[in-house]
């Protein structure tokens, strides 16, 4: 209240009219009702005049919250300066910058759904469209025996992928709303590199690759080795993709009082140096990414590597190779 000095001067003005009134009313004792009364009516009257500017006041500010709320811009209340009405409106302008903020953010989410969205789409429709033509093929009685084992054996690898894909859709939209509680057990490094890459050795075989793995039994962190292990065979297998037969994938493992390191590297084509910085984005696709690649791997991977307490980093030279750093700390 002090600090309203509209109210302070209607005080002020309350306490003259009645002194001066009373002066009036004893130097003029014959007509000190009308005085009294005379005074008492200014009183009202000024008493009028400041709760119909306090109601303006107000009018103004519900007519400002009201186009905010149709617009959704700044809300800016600076005219209100002192008193009551100053703080109302640090309050409500407090509410509005979070409710901007808010409204901001639904609608890069609903951006990046529709993107989402748009890429899902496109991933699935290729495999469906071919999985389709070959359908109709297979359908054809005079189709040698020959194309179709193929057919067969085409639809089946679609099929995998769509399965894959689907698969990693969901575990990131587990990890995304929060519904995943990682696990604090002792996670074995060696038994985790071998969960991640035992389902590749047989690809990496036939191709005529080679996993050279350089880890001491006894490295260990506190984590979720199923999730670690989904992690880590993304990275695994995206280095694998990228090689040719012959070459050597390495995966070197160190251990401090801060953190378990792991350093997986490659000797493939490489990275453009202009793609490095989005690698770990949600269905970006380099200059060499395979063909079958979604983008989904490397993102799915520095998100659960993130949610252990850890950070991965990315080297890459055009033609050479890439090394991924992945830093779990204790």
């Known amino acids: 209240m002090i600090r309203n000095k509209r109210f302070v001067a209607m005080v002020l003005c309350f306490i003259g009219v009645f002194i001066l009134s009373t002066g009036l009313s004893l130097y003029f004792s014959g007509a000190a009702v009308w005085i009294m009364a005379a005074g008492m009516a200014v009183i009202i009257l000024i008493f009028s005049l400041f709760t119909w500017n306090r109601y303006q006041s107000l009018k103004k500010m519900a007519a400002q919250l009201h186009q905010f709320q ?5 809300l800016s209340l600076e005219e209100y300066s002192e008193g009551e009405l100053s703080y109302l409106s640090s309050e409500i302008g407090k509410m509005a910058t979070k409710l901007t903020e808010q409204a901001h953010m639904l609608e890069a989410d609903k951006k990046y759904l529709a993107d989402a969205i748009s890429n899902i789409s496109h991933q699935l429709k290729t495999p469906l469209t071919s999985m389709s033509m070959m359908a109709d093929f297979l359908s054809s009685s005079t189709l040698p025996e020959e194309k179709r084992k193929e057919f067969t054996g085409n639809i089946r690898r ?3 992928r769509i399965q894959w894909l689907v698969s990693a859709l969901l575990k990131m939209a587990r990890l995304d709303a929060g519904s995943v509680t990682m696990k604090k057990d002792k996670v074995n490094v060696a038994a985790l590199i071998r969960k991640a890459s035992e ?8 191709q005529g690759q080679e996993l050279v793995v350089d880890c001491q039994p006894s490295v260990e962190f506190t984590g979720d080795m199923d999730w670690m292990a989904e992690g880590l065979s993304n990275i695994l297998k995206n280095c694998m993709e990228h090689m040719e037969g012959g070459k050597k994938l390495y995966v070197r493992v160190s251990d401090n009082p801060l953190y378990v390191r792991i350093d997986i590297e490659d000797e493939g084509c490489g990275i453009a140096k202009e793609d490095l910085p989005y690698i770990f984005q949600r269905f970006y696709k380099g ?17 659960i590597i993130h949610q252990h307490n850890g950070d991965i980093h990315v080297e890459s030279v055009l033609g050479e190779g890439t090394k991924f750093q992945v830093k779990i700390y204790k």
């Open 287 to 303: 200059k060499n990414a395979s063909p079958d690649s979604v983008g989904i791997g490397l993102a799915m991977a520095a998100q």
């Open 199 to 206: 389902h590749l050795l047989i690809p990496m075989e036939l």
């Open 158 to 160: 679609q099929l995998d």
């Open 70 to 74: 149709r617009s959704m811009n700044h």
